[in-house]
């Protein structure tokens, strides 16, 4: 499956599509972008991510001059290139929509420009039955005006992930500066306390996940501001939730295994999470 970018109507593979060269995007890493796995052609909870890619660019001062119908539309066509790609392959895949700042002075001041939006659609990784994460020793400020908003300013969560990738694991998890659990670079955390489910609440600073939160409305979930690494070491059983995971079991944590991968709390969670996209795409 190859990746197709839809760019100011334009539909064109991920090589030949392109953004201005004094794109605040490229420049300052000044903007805001959703990921949602697409099954058979459709988006899955595509009206969520939307709803929270106007949070996140309230949060940073960008006005979105598109209507969701709009950009729905380039989702359709972009996602509708990659599925007629002779090269293509696969029926799940990724959709992305980014918004920048737009092109703009060199400097930080925003000049008042219009917003660059980008919907890309391509392959999503294959995630195994299980998967094993680390904690990393640099904290995520869950002081920072950004705190809530899914931003392309990425850099922090690329090196923590390399550092996961360099001791065998497929993710790393941040405490906040509190030391609190948080969440992981691209995904959320569940752990079992007592044989409670629970997960970090964004009072700590983790992002507000479409897939956490549909989680949280589909099984009992104790949202907690005092969850730590120690807990985590502890737990019976874990897992994690993103837009491209669903609901991942974890297997290991700084390379020592959950007594229960997947555990059942884990299973239960995920039961209820196949069940609410069995019955609609757009929960």
Not at 29 to 41: A, F, H, L, N
Request: hydrophobic content about 45%.
């Amino acid at each position: 499956m190859s990746t197709w970018v839809w760019i100011d109507g334009t539909v064109s593979p991920a090589a030949d599509a392109t953004i201005g060269a004094t794109d605040r995007g490229v420049l300052l890493g000044d903007g805001v972008y959703e990921t949602c796995k697409v099954v058979d052609g459709a988006p899955f909870a595509l009206t969520r991510h939307l709803a929270r890619l106007r949070r996140s660019a309230d949060i940073i001062g960008i006005t979105l001059p598109w209507s969701d119908s709009v950009i729905r539309s380039a989702a359709a066509k972009a996602v509708g290139a990659t599925l007629v790609d002779p090269l293509g392959t696969g029926s799940i895949g990724r959709l992305r929509v980014t918004v920048t700042g737009g092109a703009g002075p060199l400097g930080p001041d925003r000049g008042g420009q219009a917003p660059t939006l980008l919907v890309a659609a391509g392959p999503a990784r294959r995630w195994g039955p299980t998967t094993d994460v680390v904690t990393v020793g640099w904290r995520l400020n869950e002081h920072s005006p950004t705190v809530g908003a899914k931003t392309i300013s990425y850099l922090d969560n690329v090196l923590a992930l390399a550092d996961a990738h360099r001791r065998g694991a497929d993710e790393a998890l941040l405490a906040n500066s509190a030391g609190t659990l948080a969440e992981g670079t691209g995904a959320n955390i569940f752990l079992v306390v007592n044989g409670v489910l629970c997960t970090p609440s964004l009072s700590t600073g983790c992002l507000p996940g479409v897939t956490r939160a549909l989680v949280c409305e589909a099984v009992d979930v104790v949202e907690r501001d005092d969850l730590t690494f120690d807990h985590l070491r502890a737990a019976p059983e874990a897992f994690l939730t993103s837009s491209t995971r669903d609901v991942h079991p974890i297997a290991r944590v700084d390379d020592a295994p959950l007594p229960a991968s997947p555990g059942p709390l884990t299973l239960l969670a995920t039961q209820a999470f196949r069940a609410l996209e069995a019955r609609t795409m757009d929960p």
